[in-house]
């Protein structure tokens, strides 16, 4: 049974960063196709970026160039997902998402952490 | 950047009817050298991650049940719900992973008649 645990909810004062985490059991993060996505309050979901299989490395979606990085730990099975210079409109529920490489799309979602960026 | 549209954007259905929700995407989501549609639908409802529902266009992903269906190919597909069940009442999303950025529909939120 895969399952995607992440770390717990951030407040963060604009302009800071936050580092939120996804850690995989069930299967290993070389196994799986890793994503980030994130979700307003009332909102819909935007996929922030992931791992292609087409160019075998990690693609950023232009809304977040220069200001996300996505990391993994294979030793630790653990993905990162690091958001810098914070302002309110980041004020979300970040989700990894993932799947294996045979389906592409995302079958097995972490929890989401709520990320609240707040003067 | 493929723009994915969804219709309608909410959509009440009495119990025991058929739902169906449209997506369309702005460029093709067949890939040729293997005749696979890069197009998958999640369910998700409140306080819950999305859920993979259907991948490939047509694709039920185990644990799903059959009264939920994907069909379509190219540029346009249908998400059907062959007999609403209560536990159906969500927001559903068409999400391309034909290239990036993986972009998803806006959502349709399926409601009780």
């Known amino acids: 049974q895969v399952q995607l645990v992440q770390s717990g909810a951030e407040v963060k004062k604009p302009g800071a960063s936050v580092k939120v985490s996804c850690k995989v059991s069930g299967y290993t993060l070389t196994e799986l196709s890793m994503h980030w996505v994130r979700q307003a309050p009332g909102k819909g979901l935007e996929w922030m970026g992931g791992y292609d299989p087409e160019d075998g490395e990690t693609v950023y979606s232009q809304n977040f160039q220069g200001r996300v990085t996505m990391t993994e730990d294979t030793s630790t099975d653990t993905a990162y997902m690091e958001l810098s210079n914070l302002r309110s409109e980041d004020t979300a529920v970040y989700y990894c998402a993932s799947g294996p490489f045979h389906i592409l799309s995302f079958a097995y979602w972490g929890h989401g952490t709520l990320v609240t960026v707040s003067s | 950047d493929i723009v994915m549209t969804q219709s309608p954007d909410s959509l009440a259905v009495s119990l025991g009817e058929r739902a169906t929700i449209n997506c369309k995407s702005s460029q093709s989501l067949l890939y040729s050298s293997n005749n696979k549609n890069y197009l998958a639908w999640y369910q998700q409802k409140p306080g819950q991650p999305p859920k993979l529902l259907i991948y490939?266009?047509?694709t039920r992903e185990s644990g799903v049940p059959d009264r939920i269906s994907g069909s379509g190919s190219g540029t346009d597909f249908i998400l059907t719900i062959s007999s609403l069940q209560a536990e159906d009442v969500a927001v559903y999303y068409c999400?391309?992973?034909?290239?990036?950025?993986?972009?998803f529909g806006q959502g349709t939120k399926l409601e009780i008649k």
């Open positions: 999400q391309q992973y034909y290239s990036t950025p993986y972009t």
């Open positions: 490939w266009a047509s």
